[in-house]
């Protein structure tokens, strides 16, 4: 009974944590400082700073840098506990592990210590190489997941639109963002489905029968809805070319904003 709750709890877990990741439109509606910013300024604005954090290879700049983006997480009112979720989970702990090995490296040592007959050194220059590497990931991720958090997704891709983005990548970028959360709902159903109906008591071979059906049910419902979905696209006149209504308008509160970027980058 154990097990079947941690497998249940793994797996609504999962596809809440994704569901979140992708649908982040309550935070785009509120009334934030980064929410009120026209998007194409806001990306160009934020472009700056990602090549900033790549060009810096000092701590206290990185430092400062990632406190800038806390604070506009706060001004843009969004929930710090949230926010650090986002940007702490998967890549910045991925790179942490990749950057552990380059504590090790030549340089000045800090501590020392024998296992089974190795010596392992942690050196200073290799400790900064490392907090260096984390910090640039974490920094560059929590712009990201600003941009992300405090931009509606079709505006998003009309950015892209006016940027020249090449039209077919904007389709099916769109499309996966959109089906991506229609196929986790199709699999939450069949999961719940399946257990009301069946329960826990499933031997391993009909587990697998079970799921190699549901794989080729969902194949077959995607590639259908697929086409019924381009056909509608083409009665309502789609020849290739997506058209959105740009009224996007840059104020005086955008310049500012950009006057503001330029000082922060040079000044650090």
Known sequence: MKSDNFIERSIVGMLTFLKDGIISEECALRKGFLQSLDPRVKIISFLLF???????????????????????????RIKLGLFLRR???FIPLFSLFIALPAIFGPGEALLAWNIFGIKLVITRQGLD?????????????????????TTKHFELLKVLRIFRIPQIFITILGMCYRYIYLFIGIIQNKYLAIKSRI???VKYQ???????WNIVSLWERSTNLTEEVYKAMLSRGYQGESVAWNDFKIRIRDYLWLLAVVIIIWTI
Do not use: H
């Not at 000092?58 to 706060?74: C, D, H, K, M």
């Not at 190489?129 to 958090?149: D, G, H, K, P, W």
């Open 199 to 201: 329960g826990s008591g």
């Open 206 to 212: 009909q587990g697998q029968e079970m799921v190699a």
């Open 87 to 89: 940007t702490w989970i």
């Open 129 to 149: 190489t490392a907090v260096i590497f984390i910090m640039r990931v974490i920094t560059c991720v929590s712009f990201v997941v600003l941009l992300n958090l």
């Open 50 to 76: 990602i090549l900033q954090v790549l060009m810096t290879g000092n701590i206290q700049s990185l430092a400062v840098l990632y406190a800038f983006s806390l604070f506009l997480a706060v001004v843009s």
